[in-house]
């Protein structure tokens, strides 16, 4: 509907154009540049300006936690002690760092092995398997979250950290699906040349095809590891028992007790900035595969 | 390879397949395990009394029909569908507005994007504490804002009727992984579409309705069907802004934060009524099943195909 017609047809010449495209008035350009810069300064302030802000009001007392102050006066430093002996955080930490790395180990060898069984090796109903992964990354998880719960109970491990990682194990489809894209993309003749050498597919797949997909397999790490990092659900329904509270849950049961009910949330504003640095730090380290990562699949952790 | 297979007998397989068979093991135990099982189970469930302790009880349409007559689930599915129409149609444009400002042409890209990428990293949990902050009557950085151009702010976590709009900006705020994915769009269109468009005499809003959005609509379309999922499975954010021990069991003032998933959690966790949960997970299931294909459908006449359609 939008486009069938050729672009080029019902226009009627204009303006003076340069060849590719740039007006060639020079006010009306720098013009339309001021206007992209101001627009693009606004946009990243609205979404830069809240974080500074969090940090103010995580350096303010008490009492002050709610006003109108961009510097806070004192600034309490001391917020940031004070937090670690309200709030158990390196516990959580410790907690959400173990799901966070053995949920990224399970996922990445299980979806990439799934994966290569599903690019590169013929085996009847591997069609049907396929589909099968479709059809989960479709599914919506609230159909299946019930059901989970009683299995994770009956092998008696709610109340652990395995119903929060273990999952992985069976690979997750939105990266079985990420990973067979790029395992389809290399050449035949990698896997012939192993074969006539005498290689066994599993050697294959672990000698030639991982170190190729590297750069798929460290944005699958840096997607899961922000899932696990963030996953509040895993948690709130598995964990009751406090010394195995993760980070997202932790600070949700803080904003009740500390938040609603003490008033102390300059604290929890600390402990927010606490549990967000990780993130921005990793990101930092490796934005170029949070990016690709995201605009060539579209996942999002 | 499949010389071999002949020679063989039929259920003797080859290698290639054994090893074909290894490798998608571990998903086929998955899926039948946590996927499709469950799925089936909850199916059951749906038409049962289970309160995990004792046994489920066959009860046929009990729950459904319990769902016509439950205040808090038209509350909760009337939140949920007015939170996705409200979010996904405004966050859309919002987001395809900052990729083409990135594609503008212009200097440090990758700052830009950067910032704008920034609130989706930040841990949910994190983002609604700051949020809570934002959005108070006291002193919140929005009414501050809202103060200068003269508005004065609503108490939009206190007023049932600001909450849903409140959350919505929030969720605004991080849309930044949908503007990586436009921009990323973007960058695919031919260059020399634009080009001869600008021979032919056709300005920037002409290029934007005629080339532009046809050639990414397909993304588009899939970033709507993301956005609308994901708009009606909220969970994280309205759980720890108004958690219901504060709110006397409701989720937040007069029920307004109660989204479904919140609901069906509520119902299955915290009231043990399985059954009625699993229904309610089925109903949502059917839900979105139906929106996506009303989605798909309306589609097929707005999305750019090469085949010309």
């Known amino acids: 509907m939008l486009s069938s017609q050729p672009v080029t047809q019902p226009l009627k010449p204009t303006t003076r154009t340069s060849t590719v495209g740039r007006t060639t008035n020079p006010v009306r350009y720098w013009l339309g540049r001021l206007l992209i810069y101001t627009a693009l300064l606004f946009f990243a302030l609205l979404f830069i300006v809240p974080f500074v802000w969090l940090v103010s009001n995580s350096l303010k007392t008490a009492e002050q936690a709610f006003d109108a102050n961009w510097i806070p006066r004192p600034i309490m430093w001391s917020n940031y002690v004070r937090i670690f002996q309200e709030v158990p955080l390196l516990l959580m930490a410790r907690n959400s760092v173990i ?3 053995l949920g990224v180990l399970a996922v990445v060898l299980s979806s990439s092995m799934i994966a290569y069984g599903l690019a590169r090796l013929r085996f009847p109903g591997a069609g049907l ?3 099968a992964v479709l059809g989960t990354m479709m599914m919506p998880g609230a159909v ?5 719960y009683l299995i994770w109970k009956k092998l008696n491990l709610v109340n652990t950290l395995y119903p929060l990682w273990l999952g992985n194990l069976f690979g997750s489809s939105f ?9 389809l993309t290399l050449p035949q003749e990698i896997i012939d040349a192993g ?6 597919y599993y050697r294959i797949y672990w ?5 190729l997909i590297r750069p798929a397999l460290l944005s699958v790490t840096i997607f899961e590891f922000q899932a696990k990092w963030n996953d509040f659900m895993g ?3 598995y964990i009751q028992n406090p010394d195995l509270r993760t980070l997202p849950l932790g600070l949700q049961i803080f904003v009740q007790h500390l938040g609603y009910g003490q008033f102390r949330w300059e604290l929890l504003f600390a402990a927010s900035v606490l549990v967000t640095l990780p993130m921005v730090l990793l990101f930092a380290v490796a934005q170029k595969q949070f990016i690709e990562g995201i605009a060539t699949t579209g996942i999002k952790g | 390879m499949a010389g071999n297979r002949t020679t063989k007998s039929r259920f003797r397989l080859d290698e290639e397949a054994r090893a074909g068979f290894f490798f998608v093991s571990p998903f086929l135990l998955g899926f039948i395990v946590f996927t499709a099982g469950p799925l089936l189970a909850s199916f059951y469930f749906s038409f049962t009394r289970y309160d995990v302790l004792n046994p489920p009880v066959w009860r046929g349409l009990e729950n459904y029909r319990n769902m016509l007559q439950d205040e808090r689930f038209s509350k909760t599915l009337y939140n949920s569908l007015y939170f996705t129409l409200l979010y996904v149609p405004t966050a859309i444009p919002f987001a395809l507005g900052l990729a083409l400002l990135l594609q503008a042409r212009v200097r440090g890209v990758s700052f830009w994007r950067t910032a704008f990428y920034l609130p989706e990293i930040t841990p949910a949990v994190a983002a609604g504490v700051l949020w809570l902050r934002i959005l108070s009557a006291q002193n919140g950085l929005l009414n501050e804002a809202l103060a200068v151009i003269g508005i004065n702010g609503p108490a939009w976590t206190i007023d049932a009727q600001w909450v849903k709009p409140a959350i919505v900006m929030m969720k605004l705020w991080s849309v930044g992984w949908i503007v990586v994915i436009y921009f990323a769009a973007l960058q695919q269109v031919p260059k020399d579409l634009y080009e001869a468009a600008i021979v032919d005499g056709a300005n ?8 532009t959005l046809p050639m990414i609509s397909n993304v588009i379309f899939f970033t709507v069907i993301m956005l609308t999922i994901f708009s009606l499975n909220i969970f994280t954010e309205p759980m720890v802004m108004f958690p219901p021990q504060v709110f006397g069991g409701q989720m937040g003032p007069q029920d307004s934060a109660l989204f479904y998933v919140l609901y069906l959690f509520d119902q299955a966790f915290r009231n043990f009524r399985m059954g009625y949960a699993s229904a309610l997970a089925w109903v949502l299931f059917v839900i979105t099943l139906i929106i996506v294909t009303l989605q798909v459908r309306g589609s097929r006449r707005l999305v750019y195909t090469d085949s010309g359609q």
């Open chain 2, 204 to 211: 920037a809003w002409q290029r934007f309705w005629r080339i």
């Open chain 1, 144 to 148: 299946t979250m019930i059901p989970g």
């Open chain 1, 99 to 101: 799901v966070a790395v």
């Open chain 1, 235 to 237: 948690p709130l329904i």
């Open chain 1, 207 to 211: 000698q030639l095809m991982l170190p």
């Open chain 1, 195 to 200: 074969r006539v050498d005498g290689a066994s």
């Open chain 1, 129 to 131: 398997v396929f589909a």
């Open chain 1, 175 to 183: 990266y079985i699906f990420m990973l067979r894209q790029f395992l």
